[in-house]
């Protein structure tokens, strides 16, 4: 499993002067390691129940999942040392989903919402500048245009989470997933909220 941006890595520069650089004929990036395929696991919402439940069962198998966050909910300050230590020690990533998860309603509140989100991971992540993934929370007031957001995006160095696979555990099964990006060589995700409990739940044997 691998993290969103990871994928992106091979685009890095790398320190090459455009102008003095010769560059050969393009070629589509392969999957990182030269896997078949690529899946990213995503949890929103700083939920309780991805610290207590899935973060270990990650962890002992050796995967490494996206978890995008919202530092302004009090769930995020219960577990604060697990999001801002644990989680980048053991090799996941951290993505922005806003401060609040409370939606927007002016490009200044958007503005915000992203910005505060961005500055938070600075602080946990470091000044390094990186690419950063983003995903638009859902069931909140949440109308802007592509032209709108795209200079925060730039700015914030984030990269949009799209296509998202949210699933109904009772009528599929997320191995399925995995497995049509197997068949495909494609990359895919499989995006969850709570873990054993809180909304929106996917039960752990799952």
Not at 19 to 38: L, N
Not at 55 to 83: C, E, M, S
Request: glycine share 8%; hydrophobic share 35%.
């Amino acid at each position: 499993m691998v993290s969103i941006v990871s994928a992106l890595a091979c685009l890095a520069s790398g320190g090459h002067d455009p102008a003095t650089t010769t560059f050969g004929k393009p070629e589509i990036c392969k999957f990182y390691g030269g896997a078949t395929a690529a899946v990213s696991l995503q949890f929103d919402d700083s939920m309780l129940s991805q610290i207590d439940n899935a973060v270990p069962l990650l962890n002992a198998r050796g995967i490494r999942a996206t978890f995008f966050i919202n530092p302004a909910r009090p769930q995020h300050a219960q577990r604060r040392a697990a999001w801002e230590v644990e989680l980048p020690k053991a090799g996941h990533e951290l993505g922005n989903h806003t401060l609040h998860h409370s939606g927007a309603k002016s490009v200044e509140g958007v503005t915000k919402e992203i910005d505060s989100c961005s500055d938070y991971l600075v602080s946990v992540l470091g000044p390094k500048t990186r690419l950063v993934s983003f995903a638009t929370p859902g069931g909140v007031p949440w109308s802007f245009t592509h032209d709108q957001l795209d200079p925060i995006f730039r700015k914030n160095h984030l990269v949009v989470a799209e296509r998202r696979n949210f699933f109904d555990e009772k009528t599929t099964d997320p191995i399925s997933i995995v497995q049509r990006a197997l068949d495909n060589g494609s990359a895919s995700n499989v995006c969850m909220h709570g873990t054993g409990g809180e909304w929106l739940s996917t039960s752990l044997p799952t």
